[in-house]
Each structure stands twice: as C-alpha cells, then as structure tokens.
C-alpha cells in the first residue's frame, strides 16, 4: 500500500513522526513517502533532525509576510504534481493547519483517499481558533478515514454524519512523540535552560503565539505575567517566543528589565519536552500542549476563550483562564499557593492517550485496504 503523509509545521511534524516510523515499520505492507511543504522552514527542520526525519519532497513554501491565500495556493499547486507523479492509495493529513486543508483538497482533485489523523476536535467557533478550527472541519468533508483521538471527538463526527464505518478512535499521536523524548537525564543545550534551578524556583512555562491573541489579549496575557514575577519572588519564567516579528516586538516590550522572565529562542523538540517534564506549570494558547503536558503531570492553564480539546478541562488537567488578566494571576496564584488543587490538576488521568496511536493507525490502514 503506497501512502502519502503531508505536513508543514512544527506540531504536524512531531505528530507524524511516530505515524512515519509505525509505516516503515512494516515495509512488507507499506510503502511510504513524506511530502513537507514547509509552512514553518526553521522549527520544522529542527524536528525532522530529531526524529530522523529525511522529507521525499520539500515544497519550501515558507515565504516572509505570507498570507493564509498565499500559502493555501501554494500548497495546492505544489502538491498536484507529487501526488499525481507518486499517485499514493491515500494521503496522510494531521491536525488543523493551512498545510493540512490545502493537502487534503490536492488528494482530493486527484481523487485520492484521504486519512485524517486527530480528526473530530472542535470548538464549534469557526473564528477561533482561527483559521485552525475550519481548517479541521472542511479537512473532515474531504476525508475518508478519520483517526480520532478520543470518544469525544469522534462524537463530534457522527453529530456531522460521518458513518461510524469511517471513525475510528486511535488516541493522540503526540503522546507516542513524547514518551520516547523525555529522559531524567536530559541536559539542556541552551545556555538559560542549563543555568535553571528546578529545587529552589518554580518554573512557569508560557507559550502564545495564536492569531486571535495578537494585540490587546496578547497584552493582557503579559500583563498577567508580570504580576505574577513581583508577588512570588521564587518565580521563573520561561518564554520561547515565536519567530512571528510581532510576537518579538510586544514581548521584548513587555518584559524588558525583568530578571526573572526568560525570552529564549524556540527549542528544538526534545529540548523543549524535557523542559516542559521539569517546569511546575504551563500557561499556554498552543493546542498540542494542552495534550502533551499532562502526560507529564503538569497543570495547564489554557490562555484562550475557547479549547477544541474540552477533554483536558472535563478530565481536570487543563483550566480554560481566557486573556483576562486578574483571572489568568487568580488561578496561577491559586495554584502557587494552595497543594491540593496543584495536586489535583497534576494527579488528574490523562484523557489523551496511552503512546500507542501511531500502531493503531498502521493496522487499520492495512485492515481498511483488505476490505
């Protein structure tokens, strides 16, 4: 079975990794090439060394200032040559990028299969995320199999009408990604993360990036974070700051003079995982940490109004705090101050997956091909 697999930025790529590695583990079933299209060039990359990762092709898309049309059209035309060149039995897309609804509507002209790995997660919002959530939702009309995380997402198909035939629940491949990236042993290569005490400081871990953050919620968010620094002495921060130039400018201005708030350069993969192993909390907009972090005991607070992955928050693991400042220092605070509801947030099960989806997907792509 010839199988295309399609992805573009970073988080796909961790995601598909595993999915990769469980194909040409069976090379007596599957044949398999990788299509990149480079939506994300740098943080990309640094993932496909980490997992050893060599693309069949490389679209090399990314391009300064792009818009979402730019890199949809782009994506589109790039991708009907491969797949009608390699002329696959079915393309594996992930997730909710722009890479994946263009990768999907190419398999589609081409009248290919298309397999939708972490399909069904919905915020019911078609403007937030944004343009994530109808990325997810349109990727679902095109595809033929869909491999969804968890009972609730494949819930959120057959509410759609998708046959119970096509869904099949497989857990999250990111779960498979970081079980075999973290190690107590780790040492960190960046000369900040190198220097940090886990014993005598509480480590927060804050990410946003998402596009319904920039500006003014994006503000109260640093806001919040400032306060934070000046009523725990014995509090750290920890930001990757994304490459995006806007995110650069409004944290650099926000945080400058603040010993204690670290802008740092995005890690590579599993510098980033073992970060996230050893910090006390996370604050984060990202999708993907909201699954990852609890896996590793962690209590996230989620800087966003609304989550496609409600199965953190109903689990216990995740709070949704939105951008409002008072509320994201109140329940940081809280969590700072009281060690039962720490515990609570960092013992609660994880809804997300047990390491083993990637497998999952294999088999019941052999098994749908022998119907």
Same mark, same amino acid.
């Given at each position: 079975?010839?199988?295309?697999?399609?992805?573009?930025?970073?988080?796909?790529?961790?995601?598909?990794?595993?999915?990769?590695?469980?194909?040409? !583990?069976?090379?007596?079933?599957?044949?398999?090439?990788?299509?990149?299209?480079?939506?994300?060039?740098?943080?990309?990359?640094?993932?496909?060394?980490?997992?050893?990762?060599?693309?069949?092709?490389?679209?090399?898309?990314?391009?300064?200032?792009?818009?979402?049309?730019?890199?949809?059209?782009?994506?589109?035309?790039?991708?009907?040559?491969?797949?009608?060149?390699?002329?696959?039995?079915?393309?594996?897309?992930?997730?909710?990028?722009?890479?994946?609804? !263009?990768?999907?509507?190419?398999?589609?002209?081409?009248?290919?299969?298309?397999?939708?790995?972490?399909?069904?997660?919905?915020?019911?919002?078609?403007?937030?995320?944004?343009?994530?959530?109808?990325?997810?939702?349109?990727?679902?009309?095109?595809?033929?199999?869909?491999?969804?995380?968890?009972?609730?997402?494949?819930?959120?198909?057959?509410?759609?009408?998708?046959?119970?035939?096509?869904?099949?629940?497989?857990?999250?491949?990111?779960?498979?990604?970081?079980?075999?990236?973290?190690?107590?042993?780790?040492?960190?290569?960046?000369?900040?993360?190198?220097?940090?005490?886990?014993?005598?400081?509480?480590?927060?871990?804050?990410?946003?990036?998402?596009?319904?953050?920039?500006?003014?919620?994006?503000?109260?968010?640093?806001?919040?974070?400032?306060?934070?620094?000046?009523?725990?002495?014995?509090?750290?921060?920890?930001?990757?700051?994304?490459?995006?130039?806007?995110?650069?400018?409004? !944290?650099?201005?926000?945080?400058?003079?603040?010993?204690?708030?670290?802008?740092?350069?995005?890690?590579?993969?599993?510098?980033?995982?073992?970060?996230?192993?050893?910090?006390?909390?996370?604050?984060?907009?990202?999708?993907?940490?909201?699954?990852?972090?609890?896996?590793?005991?962690?209590?996230?607070?989620?800087?966003?109004?609304?989550?496609?992955?409600?199965?953190?928050?109903?689990?216990?693991?995740?709070?949704?705090?939105?951008?409002?400042?008072?509320?994201?220092?109140?329940?940081?605070?809280?969590?700072?101050?009281?060690?039962?509801?720490?515990?609570?947030?960092?013992?609660?099960?994880?809804?997300?997956?047990?390491?083993?989806?990637?497998?999952?997907?294999?088999?019941?792509?052999?098994?749908?091909?022998?119907?």
């Amino acid at each position: 079975m010839k199988v295309m697999v399609v992805f573009g930025t970073r988080p796909e790529a961790i995601k598909m990794a595993p999915v990769v590695k469980a194909l040409r !583990a069976r090379p007596e079933r599957f044949t398999v090439r990788v299509a990149v299209t480079g939506q994300h060039r740098e943080m990309l990359d640094q993932v496909l060394d980490f997992f050893q990762l060599t693309p069949d092709y490389d679209l090399g898309i990314m391009r300064h200032g792009q818009s979402l049309s730019d890199i949809t059209c782009r994506v589109l035309k790039g991708l009907e040559g491969i797949i009608g060149e390699e002329k696959p039995e079915i393309v594996l897309v992930h997730g909710d990028t722009t890479t994946t609804f !263009a990768g999907s509507l190419a398999a589609f002209y081409q009248r290919v299969s298309v397999g939708h790995v972490e399909a069904g997660l919905r915020s019911h919002d078609p403007y937030n995320p944004f343009p994530e959530e109808m990325n997810r939702r349109l990727t679902g009309a095109l595809a033929a199999l869909h491999f969804a995380p968890t009972d609730r997402a494949a819930e959120n198909l057959r509410r759609e009408g998708v046959p119970d035939s096509r869904i099949f629940v497989t857990g999250n491949t990111v779960i498979d990604a970081l079980l075999g990236a973290v190690s107590e042993d780790y040492v960190f290569q960046d000369p900040v993360l190198k220097d940090l005490n886990f014993q005598d400081e509480r480590v927060i871990l804050l990410t946003t990036h998402r596009r319904e953050n920039w500006g003014q919620p994006m503000e109260r968010i640093f806001s919040a974070v400032r306060q934070l620094v000046a009523s725990f002495p014995d509090v750290r921060v920890i930001f990757p700051v994304h490459k995006n130039p806007r995110i650069r400018e409004a !944290a650099g201005r926000a945080f400058a003079g603040l010993s204690r708030v670290n802008l740092i350069e995005p890690p590579g993969y599993e510098e980033f995982a073992n970060l996230m192993a050893r910090v006390y909390l996370l604050l984060t907009d990202s999708g993907g940490l909201q699954e990852e972090a609890p896996s590793l005991g962690k209590p996230v607070l989620v800087l966003r109004e609304t989550t496609e992955r409600p199965e953190g928050i109903e689990a216990g693991t995740n709070l949704l705090v939105g951008t409002d400042p008072q509320r994201i220092a109140a329940e940081t605070t809280r969590l700072l101050t009281d060690k039962e509801a720490y515990r609570k947030m960092a013992e609660a099960p994880n809804p997300f997956g047990d390491g083993r989806a990637a497998e999952r997907i294999a088999d019941i792509l052999w098994q749908e091909r022998k119907r």
